[in-house]
């Protein structure tokens, strides 16, 4: 019998331990170093027995009092040995033992390698995203629910034709969109969670976007339209970058910055109130990806000025992988004429043509203006704005 005396007492009554007693010895044994006694009393029956194969299960020493009915020492074999981490603080650089643990939890030491090879916050960082969050989770929006579908009049097939083309090629747009995110996500230490937060909003975005572009498409008489191999052979490289931040660049900076002046012409010149109102949420929501993009390259470049030309780089490296491609699908800029002209007709293809000349304009404006507020050189942000690919995306 060891003559220390005992650190904890647990009075388990009537209690066994199948029926919860050992809630109390845990709870007892917890705070205990190792080689300190907790004395246990109980009279449940075959308490002896059941606390003797419960203490050896744990690898803990379990005697009995002698000339105490009901009675019991066990040793506590200490702390299990646990890191702590801070909840409020991020940290520069997230360790791998602390696994997929939520920041903040008590970890036990010896856990799974996860592989997150995004574990610095230089890597997936920006500023605002608890607003950025929060406003995606307020903002959620439904194909059933909020879209006027019974309101979807029978246009002229010309131009049904032209925005089931332009909703065929919003939909590849949105798959691009979905899977660059999708593939990076699993890849960010959960430390970082706000990031993962935000990114897990952008694939749901997507998928609505592509739900509903297919279904205004289907909703018509002109079914889904054609998909261009250069638009595609244009997505495959944004699919293909290997780094998160220029990944975010291209994707969230260049191509959705785009399609935000896209989705603005898509709803002032929609020939239906179901084509304009898809196209004004799908805006809403598209502010909020390249908020996303925006805000993580201004942390970026706070820190490493330099990643600027990296950037630059990139973009002209896109463009001459594309070099084989002339400019924008013959299918989607005819679609674009048509949709915004409102027909065939000779006065119509005049004026459709000048307002997708005047969107490509605007969409350069606007791609010098973000890379401008992004600290880049007016020169250098109009060589990249110009490079930038003629598939929007
Ligand atoms: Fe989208
Ligand atoms: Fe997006």
């Not at 002896?48 to 020493?61: M, P």
């Not at 996860?114 to 997936?124: I, P």
């Not at 975005?205 to 739900?211: K, L, Q, V």
């Not at 507020?373 to 109009?382: H, K």
Request: glycine fraction near 8%; aromatic fraction near 8%.
């Amino acid at each position: 019998m060891p003559d220390s005396t005992p650190k904890q007492r647990v009075e388990l009554e009537d209690l066994s331990l199948h029926e919860g007693a050992s809630v109390l010895l845990r709870r007892a044994l917890s705070g205990l170093a190792a080689g300190d006694w907790c004395e246990v009393h109980g009279d449940s029956a075959e308490l002896a027995d059941h606390l003797a194969a419960w203490c050896r299960k744990q690898g803990l020493r379990c005697e009995t009092q002698q000339g105490v009915s009901g009675t019991f020492r066990m040793e506590s074999a200490g702390p299990v040995p646990l890191i702590s981490t801070s909840r409020t603080e991020i940290a520069e650089a997230a360790e791998a033992d602390w696994g997929i643990a939520p920041r903040g939890a008590r970890i036990e030491r010896g856990g799974p390698e996860f592989g997150f090879t995004l574990s610095q916050k230089r890597d997936v960082w920006a500023r605002e995203l608890n607003s950025i969050y929060s406003q995606a989770a307020a903002n959620q929006w439904s194909a059933a629910r909020d879209i006027p579908w019974s309101e979807l009049p029978k246009l002229p097939m010309d131009v049904e034709a032209a925005v089931s083309q332009v909703m065929t090629f919003l939909t590849e747009n949105e798959f691009a969109a979905l899977y660059v995110p999708a593939r990076f996500i699993p890849r960010i230490h959960p430390h970082y969670r706000e990031v993962v937060e935000v990114l897990a909003m952008q694939v749901v975005d997507e998928a609505r976007h592509g739900e509903v572009f297919t279904r205004r498409a289907e909703a018509g008489a002109a079914g889904l339209g054609t998909t261009a191999v250069s638009g595609q052979l244009s997505l495959k490289t944004l699919l293909e970058e290997p780094d998160f931040t220029t990944a975010t660049f291209l994707l969230c900076v260049m191509g959705e910055g785009t399609f935000l002046t896209l989705l603005k012409f898509l709803g002032d010149h929609a020939p239906d109130p179901v084509t304009a109102v898809l196209a004004r949420l799908a805006h809403r929501d598209e502010a909020r990806h390249v908020a996303f993009g925006v805000e993580h390259m201004r942390y970026v470049f706070e820190r490493e000025p330099e990643i600027r030309l990296s950037m630059a780089s990139a973009v002209e490296r896109r463009s001459q992988m594309l070099a084989s491609i002339s400019g924008l699908s013959p299918y989607v800029h005819d679609a674009l004429v048509v949709y915004a002209g409102g027909g065939l007709s000779i006065a119509q293809l005049r004026a459709g043509a000048r307002h997708v000349a005047e969107l490509q304009r605007e969409m350069d404006r606007s791609r010098r203006e973000r890379l401008h507020s992004l600290g880049f050189e007016p020169g250098l942000a109009a060589n990249m704005s110009a490079y930038h690919t003629k598939n929007f995306m």
